[in-house]
């Protein structure tokens, strides 16, 4: 076996061992890379930033247990933010793991202790059950009438953060992190088509190449990209966290793909023209 | 009276809440509005299918078990004991309990990121072998996947910027432009779909017919 086929043979496991250990390396021994903020999530911190105090966000949590070493830091990073601005938030999933993950969300940030926020005057979970698209009608159009309680039972109606609520007036933006095409889609038609609202998204880097189109053309304020997305809000809220942690990972681990997608290339071009490859 | 029920009466309900949903979108009527929020809130009901779709599951794992199929029984034991677990912690303590949060953070999200996160080998292996430059074709992928990895990638962007700016180029150019010829198509294909649905004449959705 040649130089050349050996170049372009690497045993699997060899290339699993690298990629593991680029993973692993960064865990003990933190890079502490600089990270240089992309221009989407600038623009969904702006969007955030830009709602005025005491008027209503609507976070749609939809990423599942999959999703969730992702885009649980930038919900973590985007509910500091939603808290610091004294803006109302509504919280909503479909299903008891994202139900979780909102509880998880609320044990790092601490709205009680650290901003003095109060459940059911400044925030509310909804767990919703339904087809989406309807979710996101009923809760931007018509809450109050059709979700009689929250997650834990207790009457919207009766929350102090509802007292004199008209949906058509007070939700200003609606912020979502989601794996699904389906969902991020949906919420432009709904939120944006539909209801005339500002939208902030948030998925998995490899569902952005679908959603840009949406983002240039304005319907879309701004938007998490995965984990370097996540990274970059918890850079601009000050709140370093997972995802900052994860960034070196992220470094480390492509830049074994770059090298490795070099040595084929290298192999594949050294057996064709020097080693007698067809 | 029964063919009455399974053609005319359903293709009447889809034109008449079909074109409510179309001239609500381009009218602004009150009325419309108010009668498109009711009817947009009734799909909820739809939700219950669900149900049967759990009763259903553990009809056919529950066979599965009685008959002891070979390779496949001890699965489907597992997967009604797992059912059955959530169902009891969720309806006894609560699907906010500590108790279900538990399961979830334990269980369900371990397992989900330990898919998502072996993709990340085999990505590796897949970029390896695959992308090669073979011919021109080939070579203007693996220069534009090239371009985008070294800009995704927050090492590189972090001691030249450019990377960023040659990936973001990428993207609002070439990306953007294919993504929305495709989404011209789909929307159109949406379209002959729907008034084709509206006037009767695509009925897959009432099922297969005999």
Redesign the interface.
């Known amino acids: 076996m040649s130089l050349w086929d050996k170049l372009e043979a ?1 045993p ?1 496991w060899v ?2 061992i690298l ?2 250990l680029a ?1 692993a390396y960064p865990i003990f021994r933190p890079l502490g ?4 903020v ?2 989407p999530s600038q623009e969904a911190y702006k969007a955030v930033d830009a709602t005025p105090e005491g008027t209503y966000a609507v976070f749609h949590i939809a990423y ?7 885009l649980q830091p930038a919900a973590v990073a985007m509910s500091h933010h939603l808290f610091e601005k004294n803006l109302k938030v509504i919280y909503f999933c479909d299903n ?2 994202d ?2 993950n909102i ?2 969300i609320f044990d790092e940030v601490s709205p009680d202790t650290r901003y003095g926020k109060e459940y059911g005057s400044d925030y509310v979970v909804l ?1 919703l ?3 989406f698209l ?1 979710q996101a ?2 809760v931007l ?2 809450l109050l009438e ?1 979700i009689p309680t929250d ?2 039972g207790q009457s919207l109606k009766g929350m102090p953060m509802f007292q004199g609520y008209t949906e058509t007036e007070d939700i200003n933006i609606v912020c979502q992190l989601t794996t699904s095409g389906d969902i991020s889609e949906g919420w432009v038609y709904q939120a944006v088509s ?1 209801y005339e609202r500002r939208l902030v998204g948030g998925w998995l ?1 490899m569902m ?3 959603m ?2 949406y983002y ?1 053309a304005g319907q879309i304020q701004g938007f998490i990209d995965g984990s ?1 997305g996540a ?1 970059d809000y918890e850079v601009l809220t000050n709140k370093p966290g997972e995802a900052v942690k994860i ?1 070196d990972i ?9 090298l ?2 070099i ?3 290298v192999g ?2 050294g057996k064709k023209y020097m080693g007698g490859g067809k | 009276m029964s063919e009455i029920l399974k053609r005319p009466i359903p293709l009447l309900i889809t034109f008449v809440v079909g074109m409510l949903m179309v001239l609500e979108y381009f009218f602004t009527v009150p009325a419309l509005t108010a009668t498109y929020d009711t009817v947009n809130t009734w799909r909820v009901i739809l939700y219950a299918c669900v149900y049967l779709g759990t009763i259903n599951l553990l009809l056919l794992h529950g066979r599965r078990v009685m008959r002891r199929d070979p390779g496949q029984w001890y699965y489907s034991a597992w997967l009604i004991v797992m059912i059955a677990a959530y169902a009891v912690l969720g309806l006894v303590w609560g699907v906010d309990s500590m108790n279900y949060r538990w399961m979830i953070d334990n269980v369900d999200v371990p397992l989900g990121a330990t898919m998502y996160a072996s993709l990340a080998f085999y990505m590796a292996s897949g970029a390896y072998r695959v992308m090669k430059v073979r011919n021109l074709g080939t070579g203007l992928l693996l220069l534009s996947a090239f371009l985008v990895i070294i800009g995704n990638t927050p090492l590189f962007p972090a001691t030249w910027e450019g990377f960023a700016t040659i990936r973001n180029t990428i993207f609002d150019t070439f990306v953007v432009g294919s993504y929305r010829a495709i989404r011209f198509g789909v929307g159109l294909g949406g379209i002959a779909l729907g008034i084709r649905t509206l006037v009767g004449l695509e009925t897959g959705y009432m099922g297969r017919r005999e």
């Open positions: 690497v699997n290339l699993y990629v593991l993973m890379l600089p990270i240089v992309g221009g599942g247990a999959g999703g969730k070493p992702t008891a793991v139900l979780a509880w998880g767990s059950t339904g087809p309807t009608a009923v159009s018509n059709t997650a834990r539909r880097s952005t190449s679908s840009i189109p240039q370097k990274a960034t992220l470094s480390l681990t492509q830049v074994v793909y770059l490795f997608i040595i084929g290339n594949y071009f």
